[in-house]
């Protein structure tokens, strides 16, 4: 199991055609002593847990998923 992180900052460097993205295994974040914080390398802003929606966007295109209401 895996939680993926996106950069959500709206002017990353990030070169691709979709936001900067990372997954991390559940079971390194989980540990008392790393706190779940990750920060985009391109940008330096938090990354963001991504929406557990994503199934039904396309992160391909979109990482704003969670913006469904
Ligand atoms: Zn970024």
């Known amino acids: 199991m895996e939680t ?9 460097s990030y070169p691709g055609s979709t936001r900067f ?3 991390f295994k559940s079971e390194s974040i ?3 002593n790393n706190v779940a914080t990750a920060f985009c390398p391109f940008c330096k802003k ?6 557990p929606l994503t199934m039904d ?11 469904v209401d």
């Open 4 to 12: 993926k992180y996106i950069c959500t900052h709206e002017h990353c």
């Open 57 to 67: 966007c396309d992160p391909q295109t979109s990482a704003d998923c969670n913006q």
């Open 46 to 51: 938090e990354l963001m847990p991504a929406p």
């Open 30 to 32: 989980m540990d008392d």
């Open 21 to 23: 993205n990372m997954s």
